[in-house]
């Protein structure tokens, strides 16, 4: 039974570390709570919906249904972090310049908002259905007694407790020195992501060439190790990638920092 | 950033075979895989068909091979990966890690 508990554990840790990344890199939107929750809400019913569609979509388009929808889902959030950064930028430009004119605070736009929601959705979509399948699985294979609900319950609570910890923690210590990179963070997280569907790419075969790995820094942080865990699903560090991955990650980094840049020249022109 | 993966999809996706392809077969029975021991080719693009035969769903996961894809209870996947340098590369069911573990050696 504690091995249940320990899978379920896992997977809610790493859903724990990727809200932890998003909420940092948009700590400075007032107001988001609401949208945080229909984030989460929304991020739960999808998991709920690709748990009960995982079985057809494996054997769809040839045998890689699965790596499609991580296609889609991922290339969705690459995108949706593209726009937050670019209008973060230009909110906390216009944001400083009317302080300074008018004294009044602006309000961020509620369809930003709603990006956010869909973000965190999207960061709870993939580790959320994967809970599903294994406690729907789990049920059909093991009596399903008191302790099987126990260590599903102390799982999820304690995975929850621990990365809401992680959060804190991060808050309470190490917040004023990261406060000035989260747009970075962010960047790093939305080029990890961008990674991941070359990852997908490579393994449906749609792409052939770049695919082996260009090194192996196992020895120094294995992705098998809690530092390497929270290094992937933070900022992408995968201890062997391929030539594929490394180049979605480089070339979105430069996309997402230009496009940074761009969006603060453009105001400054405005002036 | 839609318009530069598709860039990537046209450049990289058509380019033909770079490597020759390899499948394997593996299959998972009552949280085992079976063999628990692949023998792989180096310099091989290699296709592993993971077959299911317990009913419970399971996730095939490789940090070595860097790779995740949850195999349907009585259900089949592959996965392709490499090509691969010479070593051993190890592999599990993640819903079921004490058991579930396999490795494949490329020589």
Request: glycine letters at 8%; charged letters at 15%; a positive charge.
């Amino acid at each position: 039974m504690l091995s249940i508990a320990i899978v379920i554990f896992r997977e809610f840790f790493e859903i724990s570390i990727i809200m932890t990344v998003l909420l940092l890199a948009t700590e400075k939107i007032k107001k988001r709570q609401k949208y945080i929750w229909l984030g989460i809400l929304i991020g739960v019913a999808g998991s709920l919906l690709l748990a009960i569609f995982t079985n057809k979509l494996t054997d769809l388009a040839g045998g890689y249904g699965q790596e499609i929808v991580n296609i889609m889902i991922l290339s969705l959030a690459v995108f949706m972090i593209g726009w937050t950064v670019m209008w973060m930028k230009n909110e906390s430009v216009k944001f400083s310049k009317a302080v300074f004119e008018t004294g009044k605070m602006i309000e961020v736009g509620n369809k930003h908002k709603i990006i956010l929601s869909l973000l965190i959705a999207s960061a709870i979509f993939r580790e959320g259905s994967e809970i599903v399948l294994f406690v729907s699985g789990a049920l059909t294979s093991e009596k399903p007694d008191f302790s099987f609900f126990t260590s599903i319950f102390l799982g999820g609570i304690s995975g929850l407790a621990f990365g809401l910890l992680f959060y804190l923690g991060i808050i309470k210590f190490a917040l004023k020195y990261i406060f000035s990179f989260t747009s970075l963070l962010l960047i790093l997280f939305g080029s990890s992501l961008s990674s991941q569907i070359a990852k997908n790419l490579i393994q449906a075969d749609f792409c052939t060439i770049l695919s082996a790995p260009l090194w192996d820094s196992s020895w120094l942080i294995s992705n098998n190790s809690v530092i390497g865990q929270i290094l992937y699903n933070a900022i992408g560090y995968n201890a062997h990638p391929s030539g594929l991955e490394l180049s979605f990650y480089v070339v979105t980094l430069a996309v997402m920092l230009s496009l940074k840049r761009w969006s603060l020249v453009e105001h400054k022109n405005m002036r | 950033m839609k318009i530069i993966i598709f860039l990537f999809v046209l450049v990289f996706g058509f380019s033909g075979n770079a490597a020759e392809e390899e499948v394997l077969q593996i299959v998972i029975e009552n949280h085992r895989f079976v063999p628990e021991e692949i023998v792989a080719s180096s310099g091989k693009r290699i296709k592993l068909v993971v077959i299911n035969k317990d009913p419970t769903v399971e996730e095939f996961e490789s940090f070595d091979l860097n790779r995740e894809k949850i195999v349907p209870g009585n259900g089949q996947i592959k996965v392709i990966f490499g090509p691969l340098k010479p070593g051993v590369y190890k592999f599990f069911g993640e819903f079921h890690e004490k058991t579930a573990q396999g490795k494949i050696i490329v020589r």
